[in-house]
């Protein structure tokens, strides 16, 4: 099976393929601190103690993962159509979907990074 040669970073280091380098790294980390830093906390984007009461009790009602194939316990309530601060969206219970940790913070992510790519 062929392997792709190892690469060279714009900073000068080679890096083996399928690998990132130091200062990729580096750079991911400072977008994302710049983006939390511009992010309303999550009491400001209304996941407060009514929303913990309402995600427990639709998790009682909802035990399962929703997602295809998968039976695993939900441990998470996701809005299916993302409610960007949109609180009518955010409490219509018909948006919401339980998921488990694994659907949420991955699969789930990925499809929601695809639609802001598009």
């Known amino acids: 099976m062929p392997v792709a040669p190892p690469r060279l970073c714009r900073c000068g280091n080679i890096v083996a393929s399928g690998q990132r ?3 990729q790294i580096a750079d991911d980390r ?3 601190a ?3 830093r511009r992010r309303p906390s999550s009491g400001q984007r209304g996941y407060n103690h009514e929303w913990r009461k309402a995600r427990a ?3 009682i009602t909802h035990p399962h993962c ?3 194939g ?3 316990a939900a441990s998470h309530v996701d809005h ?3 409610h960007k601060g949109d609180y009518a969206l955010f409490w219509d219970r018909a948006n919401w979907q339980a998921l488990c940790a694994h659907h949420h913070n991955s699969t ?11």
């Open 30 to 32: 400072a977008r994302k």
């Open 70 to 72: 998968c039976n695993a």
């Open 108 to 118: 789930k992510q990925r499809e929601e990074r695809r639609q802001v790519d598009q």
């Open 66 to 68: 929703t997602h295809p």
């Open 80 to 82: 299916i159509t993302p």
């Open 34 to 36: 710049r983006h939390d």
């Open 57 to 59: 009790a639709y998790l």
């Open 21 to 23: 380098c130091a200062c």
